[in-house]
């Protein structure tokens, strides 16, 4: 059974990524002042969070740096978590408290590197399925900047690509519904409103379905039905 379609923006799933790689990168100044262990000495915790692009590589090379800084701050973690010395001098005390700290620290790291990793995954998966239409996009858009050129060499206006396919989109929908025998006839006049007379929108489960021709000249009709 097909997932139903999630609204995700890429631009606020990488601002959310960005936000926790630079929290890492601040921990990982701090404890690197107090601190010798692995993770610090390796500069594990800058790697991930510098890695924070909205592309497939700079994602999955993103998500190894997470995995890699993930199991280097649990190996100090588990070496941290010893039995702690009695405090028997201020300099001990200090030491005690300052162990108490970093364990403390390294744990908020782990959580945020497990946070870093599901983001950095997450965000890969959408940008690759997304993949198809950013590419469509781009190139409606180089048309655009073609179409706005001609216009401007010819003087003459010329409809935008997003025009275009909308009135193409409105003729071919109102063909189908005034011819009955076309094989999408009956799947559209079920969807007719007896009421208003507007077309009623049809479940998308899929992103791929909703962007697809009936639910797309659903859309389009009812929107020019309400501007009429």
Not at 29 to 53: A, D, E, H, P, R
Not at 89 to 97: E, H, M, V
Not at 119 to 131: G, N
Request: net charge positive.
């Amino acid at each position: 059974m097909p997932l139903p379609a999630m609204k995700v923006d890429l631009k606020s799933l990488g601002t959310i990524q960005t936000m926790i790689g630079a929290v890492i990168f601040m921990f990982g100044i701090v404890t690197q002042s107090f601190t010798t262990t692995v993770s610090v000495n390796s500069g594990v915790m800058y790697w991930g969070s510098l890695c924070v692009k909205s592309s497939l590589v700079m994602n999955l090379i993103s998500t190894l740096a997470a995995i890699v800084a993930l199991i280097v701050l649990f190996v100090d973690v588990v070496r941290m978590s010893g039995e702690l010395p009695p405090c028997e001098d201020p300099a001990k005390c200090a030491l005690i408290l300052l162990t108490i700290l970093l364990r403390g620290t390294f744990r908020v790291l782990l959580v945020f590197s497990v946070l870093e990793i599901c983001a950095s995954i997450w965000t890969f998966v959408l940008t690759w399925k997304t993949r198809d239409s950013l590419e469509a996009t781009k190139d409606a858009r180089r048309v655009d900047k073609l179409v706005q050129k001609a216009s401007s060499v010819t003087g003459m206006r010329f409809e935008s690509l997003e025009a275009v396919v909308e009135r193409c989109t409105q003729k071919k929908l109102e063909a189908i519904l005034e011819y009955p025998d076309h094989p999408l006839h009956n799947t559209l006049m079920d969807q007719r409103s007896s009421c208003s007379g507007r077309l009623t929108s049809v479940r998308c489960r899929t992103e791929r379905y909703r962007s697809s021709f009936i639910p797309t000249a659903i859309r389009l009709y009812n929107t020019l039905a309400n501007g009429r």
